[in-house]
């Protein structure tokens, strides 16, 4: 075996070897029965909340076994391969065994920051919200440019979206737009890409081709259980109604449906208009209201336990986090981990997994640091 192919290897058994501790497979196989046995009562379901949580723990617990499970099977069969291959001298077989290991290694690294996700709601749905910078249509361009991006990287995880609401620019783009994104660990692997995107590039909407700079907000927090308890007096709360406004045409509703929520001791607007129905507006702002009241104290609760990290800055909230350089070269950077890529063109067509994975672990390892846990 080459030496290359020999690290390789050493590479996934050691990120298998980390998930096998994390995991422990046998443990998980006895939670996942006593789940399914569970499951099977007939009063099960008469506690909703309970029975969603459970159901949750053990679609999570499942999803790691059967990975674990593939990656450890995928291994042998690809050392077997090129055994065989190097016995009966086939480089081809070598090669394509060879190829096989590199994105297996690819998987393992992936599956091993994902087992770190242990956080109070890192399992949970998560809302994106983003928002244009100063800038006019430039920004609102941009806006729109990052909303694809991220429905493109949840569309290629096989996540499920929904579009939460919309407001389009004046000319192009959007002003600002939540997406809510369904599927286990969504918060857990977005929740670093909040922050400021800046964007370099010559404009399309300048007639001189002038390089400009465009800056979008993005703000990452989790949809919570039902079961999770989130006080809001009602006196802190103003609730507006309005007609939603779409692209014109059929898409502008003829009746207030639309629901803003302010919460006016933290400040914090949301704001729903995706369904006709005001009612349904109404309770998804709520549960918007809930998400971000809750995020604000996960917020809180991260801020202390980091206080002492150098790298505080870097995960603040409202910093910027990573540069998009169209003109005059082309570089993406993520300005907290230095991780880049020269393909700007897949970075936005979704392929932001290098990004996100360093920051996860960067976070991870500042977490796990002993000065950082509360005491």
Known sequence: MRAETEAVVNDIKESLSLLRRH?????????????????????????AGRAQTLMRERQQIETSLNAFDRLANELDDNLTLVSMGEEE?????????????????????????????????????????IHAGAGGTESQDWAQMLERMYLRWSEA??????????????????????????????????????????????????????????????????VIDENIDIEIDEKDVRIDTYRASGAGGQHVNTTDSAVRITHEPTGIVVQCQNQRSQHKNRATAWAMLRA?????????????????????????WGHQI???????????????????????????????????????????????KPENKPA
């Open 157 to 222: 995880r096989g996540y499920k979206t929904e579009l939460i609401g919309e407001h389009y620019g004046d000319e192009a783009g959007i002003k600002s737009a939540t997406i809510l994104v369904k599927g286990l660990n969504a918060y857990g692997w977005l929740k670093t890409e909040s922050g400021v995107h800046r964007l370099v590039r010559i404009s399309p909407f300048d007639s001189n081709a002038r390089r400009h700079t465009s800056f979008a907000s993005v703000w990452i927090y989790p």
């Open 23 to 47: 995991l422990d497979p046998d443990q998980a196989k006895a939670r996942l029965s006593a789940l399914d046995a569970e499951a099977e009562a007939p009063d099960f379901w008469n506690d």
């Open 322 to 368: 990573r540069s998009y350089v169209l003109q005059p070269y082309q570089l993406v950077k993520d300005l907290r981990t230095g991780v880049e890529s020269t393909n700007p063109t897949a970075v936005l067509d979704g392929d932001i997994d290098a990004f996100i994975e360093a920051a996860l672990a960067e976070r991870i390892h500042a977490d796990q």
């Open 89 to 129: 001298g086939d480089e081809s077989i070598v090669a394509e065994a060879e190829a096989a290991l590199q994105k297996l290694r690819a998987e393992a690294h992936t599956r091993e920051v994902e087992a770190l996700l242990s956080g109070e709601a890192d399992a949970n749905d998560a809302f994106i919200e």
């Open 292 to 316: 971000r009241l809750y995020e604000a104290e996960l917020k809180r609760r991260e801020e202390e336990a980091l206080a002492a990290a150098a790298s505080k800055s870097e995960i603040g």
